[in-house]
C-alpha cells in the first residue's frame, strides 16, 4: 500500500528468527550502510531499533521507492554478513514488513513501539539503556551515526519550544501502553543459561556437552541443528554453553 504521506514503519526479521547481528560491530555496520542510503537517497529518518533478530525502522522514502532503498540495504549487508561469517544463503526472512503512517498521533505511538521493544523485550529496564536505537538522539545524547536520524518532525508534534518539545516526547516515550505495531510474534521466550542447558542434554541424547565439539562432522552438524531449533535458545547460548565455534553454529 503506498503511503499519503511517504512514510514507512518497516520491520526486517532473520530467516527462521535467526540473530541477524552477533556483535556490535555488525550493528555499526548495519546503521553504516542505512546512513549512506539514506544519503544517496535523501531519506528522512525518524526512528530505529536494532534487536538481536530483527530491525525496526520509520523513515519518509526519498527519491527513489522505499522497497528499492530497502533492498538495496538488505543486499549490501547480506554480502558483508556471508563475507565476515564465511556462510552462505537467506539472512532475512523473506522481504520486510511495512506499514503506512500517516496519521500524526499513530507516528508518535510508532516511534514509541520501536524505542519500547527492548524494554518489552526484557533485554533493558528503560528505554534510554539501549544504544542500539534512535531514543537517545531524541533524549539530547550522542547516537550512532551522528546524521541519521532526523528530529524536528517529531519535536513539532509537541512544541515549538526544543527543551518544551524534548520533555514533552521524553514523558511520553516512557508511558506505559499495549501499544501493537506491525507485531509479529517478536519475542518468543528465552530461556535462562540453565534452561537452555536442560533442553540441549535431551536433544544430545547419551552424548555429553562436553562431547559435542570432538565429534565427527557429520553427526556433530545433524545434533547442532537439532540444538538450533530448540526454541527459545539464541545461536549465542548454544556456542557458550556447547563450546564450539560460532561458525559450526551458523552453517548448521
Known amino acids: 500500500m503506498k503511503s499519503r504521506s511517504g512514510i514507512y514503519h518497516i520491520m526486517w526479521r532473520g530467516a527462521n528468527g535467526q540473530e541477524i547481528f552477533h556483535d556490535d560491530r555488525d550493528r555499526i555496520k548495519f546503521?553504516?550502510?542505512?546512513?549512506?542510503?539514506?544519503?544517496?537517497?535523501?531519506?528522512?529518518?525518524?526512528?530505529?531499533c536494532l534487536m538481536s533478530n530483527h530491525v525496526h525502522l520509520l523513515l519518509r522514502e526519498g527519491n527513489e521507492s522505499v522497497s528499492e532503498t530497502m533492498k538495496r540495504l538488505a543486499v549490501c549487508y547480506v554480502f558483508y554478513y556471508n563475507w565476515k561469517y564465511k556462510t552462505r544463503g537467506h539472512l532475512f526472512q523473506d522481504r520486510f514488513h511495512s506499514e503506512v503512517v500517516e496519521k500524526r498521533q499513530y507516528f508518535k505511538t510508532v516511534v514509541r513501539y520501536i524505542h519500547q521493544n527492548p524494554v518489552k523485550a526484557g533485554m533493558v529496564s528503560q528505554v534510554d539503556a539501549w544504544i542500539w536505537s534512535s531514543c537517545l538522539?531524541?533524549?539530547?545524547?550522542?547516537?550512532?551515526?551522528?546524521e541519521l536520524l532526523d528530529t524536528s518532525f517529531l519535536?513539532?508534534?509537541?512544541?515549538?519550544?526544543?527543551t518544551i518539545a524534548q520533555e514533552s516526547f521524553r514523558e511520553f516515550n516512557e508511558q506505559g501502553n499495549s501499544d501493537q505495531c506491525l507485531e509479529?510474534?517478536?519475542?518468543?521466550m528465552r530461556l535462562?543459561?540453565?534452561?537452555?542447558?536442560?533442553?540441549?542434554?535431551?536433544?544430545?541424547?547419551?552424548?555429553?556437552i562436553a562431547q559435542v565439539k570432538s565429534l565427527p562432522k557429520v553427526p556433530r552438524t545433524e545434533l547442532?541443528?537439532?540444538?538450533?531449533?530448540?526454541?527459545?535458545?539464541?545461536?549465542?547460548?548454544?556456542?557458550?554453553?556447547?563450546?564450539v565455534s560460532p561458525n559450526l553454529i551458523f552453517k548448521a
Open 31 to 48: 546503521l553504516d550502510i542505512f546512513q549512506k542510503y539514506k544519503q544517496e537517497n535523501e531519506l528522512e529518518v525518524y526512528a530505529w
Open 137 to 146: 538522539g531524541y533524549y539530547g545524547y550522542d547516537v550512532y551515526p551522528s
Open 155 to 162: 519535536f513539532s508534534m509537541f512544541s515549538g519550544d526544543l
Open 184 to 188: 509479529i510474534d517478536f519475542y518468543p
Open 192 to 208: 535462562s543459561d540453565e534452561e537452555a542447558r536442560l533442553e540441549i542434554k535431551k536433544v544430545l541424547g547419551s552424548v555429553e
Open 224 to 243: 547442532l541443528k537439532i540444538v538450533k531449533a530448540i526454541e527459545g535458545i539464541s545461536q549465542r547460548q548454544a556456542v557458550r554453553i556447547l563450546g
